[in-house]
Antibody, heavy 118, light 106 residues
Framework: QVQLQESGPGLVKPSETLSLTCTVS????????WSWIRQSAGKGLEWIGR???????NYNPSLKSRGTMSIDTSTNQFSLKLTSVTAADTALYYC????????????WGQGIVVTVSS | EIVMSQSPATLSVSPGERATLSCRAS??????VAWYQQKHGQAPRLLIY???TRATGVPARFSGRGSGTEFTLTISSLQSEDFAVYYC????????FGGGTKVEIK
């Protein structure tokens, strides 16, 4: 059974960088596309970005180049960095995997709440 | 940017009744539409992709139809476990989700 677990700080200061990691267990990270999705009351569900072992990440244009994803095959983890955060980046952040490029079959992590505040 | 608009925001339905949820795209997304179900405190779950193809394990009471800009998700006979929030998503270019329809018990 494939399981995903998000980790990272729950509080980030404005203008700083949000860094999250997703640990994949029960499957190799070499398979699948891996994504970050966030959910907030103001913006609803947003697909932040996706990556796989073969290439660079693809990101939501609305992020205006603030997002970067990476994969670490040695730890079976993938990560998200979001720079210059503002209160608008406050959300519940999910990581997810899928064999499909553009639909999220899952599995999903349970989500991690990140608050941007000084 | 393609915007997905869902209606109604809330749908009150009695168990056993039929529920029809609508999703409209601001421009054509061809057949690149998926539907997700989200229960309280859980991550979304894929129900349907490619407008009408049910994901693995999804009961046959869930069906999707539409093309271009107008799409619907129908739940033929609501079960207790179906009361949740439903989101449509296009993947014509960068994927985007609708605002959701909450299906609540009448």
């Amino acid at each position: 059974q494939v399981q995903l677990q998000e980790s990272g700080p729950g509080l980030v200061k404005p203008s700083e960088t949000l860094s999250l990691t997703c640990t994949v267990s029960g499957a190799s990270i070499r398979n699948y596309y891996w994504s970050w999705i966030r959910q907030s009351a103001g913006k609803g569900l947003e697909w932040i970005g996706r990556i796989n072992i073969s290439g660079s990440g693809n990101y939501n244009p609305s992020l205006k180049s603030r997002g970067t994803m990476s994969i670490d095959t040695s730890t079976n983890q993938f990560s998200l960095k979001l720079t210059s955060v503002t209160a608008a980046d406050t959300a519940l952040y999910y990581c997810a995997g899928s064999p499909h490029y553009d639909i999220l079959t899952g599995p999903w992590g349970q989500g991690i709440v990140v608050t941007v505040s000084s | 940017e393609i915007v997905m608009s869902q209606s109604p925001a809330t749908l009150s339905v009695s168990p056993g009744e039929r529920a029809t949820l609508s999703c409209r795209a601001s421009q054509s997304v061809s057949s690149n539409v998926a539907w997700y179900q989200q229960k309280h405190g859980q991550a979304p779950r894929l129900l349907i992709y490619g407008v009408f193809t049910r994901a693995t394990g999804v009961p046959a009471r869930f069906s999707g139809r539409g093309s271009g800009t107008e799409f619907t998700l129908t739940i033929s006979s609501l079960q207790s476990e179906d009361f949740a929030v439903y989101y449509c998503q296009h993947y014509n270019n960068w994927p985007a989700f609708g605002g959701g329809t909450k299906v609540e018990i009448k």
